[in-house]
């Protein structure tokens, strides 16, 4: 593990947390929470992370317009978090299958269930 020099080495981190990931690592994971950061992205990407839908669909289950939700979707798949494919005239999109996906699912998940946990006691 890489020693780091410290000004005030206190013993508390030096060694404990491996090498720190660079700035274009943090601002790649900024981006990626800053497009779950909007409510309604991050309702429509919980949405398809259970569930393949088109735009029609995603909309009457959000209670928005069809281009409203068009417009959260480019945000989503320009981040990586959902792909699409295409049936005919139909699109349908559902959350990509990487792990990124998976463990922002995952957070998700908790965090619903830590600030509602009513809706978990079924």
Same mark, same amino acid.
């Given at each position: 593990?890489?020693?780091?020099?410290?000004?005030?080495?206190?013993?508390?981190?030096?060694?404990? &947390? @491996?090498?720190?990931? =660079?700035?274009?690592?943090?601002?790649? $994971? $900024?981006?990626?929470?800053?497009?779950l950061?909007?409510s309604?992205?991050? /309702? &429509?990407?919980?949405?398809?992370?259970?569930?393949?839908?088109?735009?029609?669909? &995603?909309? %009457?289950?959000?209670?928005?317009?069809?281009?409203?939700?068009?417009?959260?979707?480019?945000?989503? /798949?320009? %981040?990586?978090?959902?792909?699409?494919?295409?049936a @005919?005239?139909?699109?349908?999109?559902?959350?990509? =299958?990487s792990?990124?996906?998976?463990?922002?699912?995952? %957070?998700?998940?908790?965090?619903?269930?830590?600030?509602?946990p009513?809706?978990h006691?079924?």
């Open positions: 593990m890489q020693s780091l020099n410290l000004p005030h080495d206190h013993g508390r981190i030096n060694g404990s &947390i @491996g090498p720190v990931p =660079s700035d274009d690592d943090f601002s790649e $994971a $900024a981006g990626v929470f800053r497009q950061g909007d309604s992205r991050l /309702r &429509i990407f919980w949405l398809l992370c259970h569930s393949e839908e088109c735009v029609t669909n &995603i909309s %009457a289950l959000v209670g928005m317009s069809s281009p409203a939700v068009s417009h959260h979707l480019r945000q989503l /798949r320009s %981040a990586g978090l959902i792909e699409s494919r295409r @005919g005239k139909e699109v349908y999109y559902r959350a990509s =299958s792990e990124k996906t998976g463990v922002l699912h995952s %957070a998700i998940e908790k965090m619903v269930e830590m600030t509602c009513s809706c006691e079924r």
